[in-house]
């Protein structure tokens, strides 16, 4: 199980969701904020799966890092599950202080002491700053990614 105060990492909690929707501005440009109504519909959807986890690094009681971490019931592989990792964001004010990849180890060890057997993640990145970034993480490029969106 995760140690609530790994490297200042912990799960978040309903009364972050302002945080975090500014949080996600920085991953998502300039794209709309969502509905409050909605919004708030998946904060508490995200909060409440067992499936999923959410984990923050704060700093002035705010979260300035975060991913989430989804952890998927397999058959293959002993019947043993695997992650993903997903919405990595730190504040630009707070990137190269170690809070992205402290966050990232936190999701990563969560996983492992769930018994995950691998962990995966996906950037649309194509910058080599980023993409060392996940490699000195912990991550390896391999199996080639897809993905499908309604148009």
Known sequence: ?????????RLARAEDLPAMIALFRHLTGDE????????????AALLGSELVSVLVAERGGQPVSSCTLLVVPHLPRGA????LIENVVTDPAWRRTGLGRAVLGAAMERAWDLGCYKVMLATGSHQPETLRFYEGAGFTRGKTHFEARRA
């Open 32 to 43: 709309p904020e969502p509905d409050p109504v909605r919004a708030a519909a998946a904060w």
């Open 80 to 83: 043993r599950p695997f992650a």
């Open 1 to 9: 199980m995760m140690h609530p105060a790994l490297n200042g990492i």
